[in-house]
């Protein structure tokens, strides 16, 4: 799980991909069926487009020179004789074997793609919508998740087994909050100590109370499923890498779209359920001593240890975009006074459940514009949730973007922060630190949405990013990596490791550099 690390000056960001393949990557792929695209993925296309720009160029040179070997051979080329035709097959032909099509645009459509455009040609638009603000596109998508969960249970007993013990009420305890709708709800689990990795034991020295469960810290995890479907039981599974590292683990169930009405009816229960958590968590658990300092002044640190992680809210897909704009509107109010911030208020006091001290973004759309464009190339953009529950109009679709979000937050707050008892704060000092991760061959959701995101937030002066991209990864594989191990699990637990290890030198000075991850 070794890293290719680049450390690069906040001022000069540069992707890890080369420039065309981030230029041509989607949502700035040209059009399905468009002359450019054709241009890239057919072959014939491109060798004759060169051809026409070489025969242009060449008629515009002086007709007397005759002796230029490309002017010859243009018109050799352009010649209707029956040999130059059977040539300009065979060169069609060679060109066809050794052309490489673009990575992230590809030449045919994926069986869903094919099947969504199919729909979208044959069932009228009304008939489209109905369906979707009906709710019957929630229950066919989450009735083809429980299709697939008895194949994957078959197919890896260990994981079924896995699953059967976290569904006991004996591990699961569900918390209600908000209205008591039916999905506003968290599955809490706790570490128990066959669950505890060895080396991720509590201290000895810890104060504990016996009637408290120790823990490192909690995962808050946001489900996805496209703002309109997904329950927090398809995603059970995501907790026992994170339960085997001696952190609570809760999964929050907030209402889909058509019971969410909007965005940010959703970024509310999100809210509420990480309040209600608070209150429970400070009843149950109790976080260990973090004795890394004097460990490390000891000689005995090492990668693992058993110290004080923090609360780490993470989210995949639209979850991600949820979870974000949550972040955002806790930045929003932590740049009041404290006089009127119920945040910051927290902040002072010594719970340690209050606030997020990470924030690990996993394959999500964070520009809800740029994706109502990709989507449309998709053929789902009617079809889809998120037109409907981010407001159907590309002023309403900003605003529900989160870097836009907080670059408006940040300007109807200017007088307060340039006010006198707020003259020393930064969105560096207010701000987690924040992982992105995405998989490079998505075709759900591009990963230049993560790159575009993370240029935005620096923007913003949000600049303790980090952004991983994998490799011969897809969406759905990002999240599969957590219940079932793999690269995006790997990578976000060593992001977090480095994190501790540099705890004590991250977010001290205005020059500090960020480090691009990758592991192309």
């Known amino acids: 799980n070794k890293f290719e690390s680049v450390e690069i000056a906040s001022s000069n960001l540069s992707s890890p991909m080369s420039p065309v393949a981030l230029s041509l990557a989607p949502p700035r792929a040209p059009p399905r069926d468009s002359v450019i695209r054709n241009l890239y993925t057919n072959p014939r296309s491109d060798m004759r487009l060169h051809n026409l720009l070489t025969s242009t160029s060449t008629s515009s040179k002086n007709n007397d020179d005759?002796?230029?070997?490309?002017?010859?051979?243009?018109?050799?080329?352009?010649?209707?004789?029956?040999?130059?035709?059977?040539?300009?097959?065979?060169?069609?032909?060679?060109?066809?074997?050794?052309?490489?099509?673009?990575?992230?645009?590809?030449?045919?459509?994926s069986l869903p793609d094919q099947l969504i455009r199919f729909i979208g040609r044959t069932l009228p638009l009304e008939w489209q919508h109905r369906h979707r603000d009906n709710g019957n596109f929630r229950n066919i998508a989450d009735g083809m998740v429980k299709l697939t969960c008895p194949m994957i249970g078959l197919s890896n007993l260990r994981l079924t087994h896995e699953f059967l013990k976290l569904s006991s009420t004996k591990r699961r305890r569900r918390i209600r909050y908000g209205d008591h709708h039916a999905m506003q709800y968290i599955d809490l689990?706790?570490?128990?100590?066959?669950?505890?990795?060895?080396?991720?034991?509590?201290?000895?020295?810890?104060?504990?109370?016996?009637?408290?469960?120790?823990?490192?810290?909690?995962?808050?995890f946001v489900h996805g499923g496209a703002w309109g479907s997904g329950h927090p039981w398809m995603y059970r599974l995501v907790a026992p890498a994170f339960l085997a590292r001696n952190l609570a683990v809760a999964i929050v169930g907030y209402r889909t779209y058509p019971d969410a009405i909007n965005i940010d009816a959703q970024v509310d229960d999100i809210?509420?359920?990480?309040?209600?958590?608070?209150?429970?968590?400070?009843?149950?658990?109790?976080?260990?001593?973090?004795?890394?300092?004097?460990?490390?002044?000891?000689?005995?640190?090492?990668?693992?240890?058993?110290?004080?992680?923090?609360?780490?809210?993470?989210?995949?897909?639209?979850?991600?975009?949820?979870?974000l704009l949550l972040l955002v509107d806790m930045l929003s109010e932590r740049m009041k006074p404290s006089s009127t911030s119920k945040l910051a208020a927290k902040e002072c006091s010594q719970y340690?459940?209050?606030?997020?001290?990470?924030?690990?973004?996993?394959?999500?759309?964070?520009?809800?514009?740029?994706?109502?464009?990709?989507?449309?190339?998709?053929?789902?953009?009617?079809?889809?949730?998120?037109?409907?529950?981010?407001?159907?109009?590309?002023?309403?679709?900003?605003?529900?973007?989160?870097?836009?979000?907080?670059?408006?937050?940040?300007?109807?707050?200017?007088?307060?922060?340039?006010?006198?008892?707020?003259?020393?704060?930064?969105?560096?000092?207010?701000?987690?630190?924040?992982?992105?991760?995405?998989?490079?061959?998505?075709?759900t959701v591009p990963f230049t949405a993560t790159s575009d995101a993370g240029r935005k937030l620096r923007s913003c002066g949000l600049t303790g990013l980090d952004e991983i991209y994998l490799?011969?990864?897809?969406?759905?594989?990002?999240?599969?990596?957590?219940?079932?191990?793999?690269?995006?699990m790997d990578a976000v637990f060593e992001w977090l490791?480095?994190?501790?290890?540099?705890?004590?030198?991250?977010?001290?000075?205005?020059?500090?550099?960020?480090?691009l991850q990758s592991r192309l």
């Open 352 to 443: 340690p459940w209050s606030l997020p001290h990470y924030f690990v973004g996993l394959s999500g759309p964070y520009d809800i514009s740029d994706h109502f464009d990709f989507e449309a190339g998709r053929g789902v953009e009617q079809i889809s949730p998120m037109k409907p529950i981010c407001g159907y109009t590309r002023l309403n679709f900003d605003r529900a973007s989160p870097a836009k979000r907080l670059l408006s937050k940040l300007a109807s707050f200017r007088e307060q922060v340039d006010s006198a008892d707020l003259t020393n704060l930064t969105m560096q000092e207010i701000t987690p630190p924040m992982l992105l991760v995405h998989g490079i061959e998505d075709s």
């Open 66 to 109: 005759v002796d230029d070997p490309d002017q010859a051979k243009t018109s050799s080329y352009e010649s209707h004789n029956l040999q130059s035709r059977f040539l300009q097959l065979l060169q069609d032909g060679n060109h066809l074997l050794h052309h490489n099509i673009h990575p992230h645009l590809p030449s045919s459509l």
């Open 189 to 220: 689990f706790l570490p128990q100590h066959d669950d505890i990795n060895q080396q991720m034991q509590p201290s000895a020295g810890n104060n504990i109370n016996e009637n408290k469960v120790p823990v490192r810290g909690t995962l808050f």
């Open 271 to 323: 809210r509420l359920a990480f309040d209600e958590l608070d209150d429970v968590l400070n009843e149950c658990v109790v976080p260990v001593a973090d004795d890394a300092l004097e460990r490390k002044e000891a000689g005995t640190c090492d990668d693992n240890d058993n110290g004080w992680v923090g609360n780490i809210v993470m989210g995949h897909s639209s979850g991600a975009h949820i979870a």
């Open 497 to 515: 490791r480095e994190q501790r290890r540099r705890q004590n030198v991250i977010g001290q000075g205005s020059g500090r550099k960020m480090k």
């Open 471 to 488: 490799e011969k990864t897809e969406h759905q594989d990002v999240i599969m990596h957590f219940m079932m191990g793999g690269s995006a």
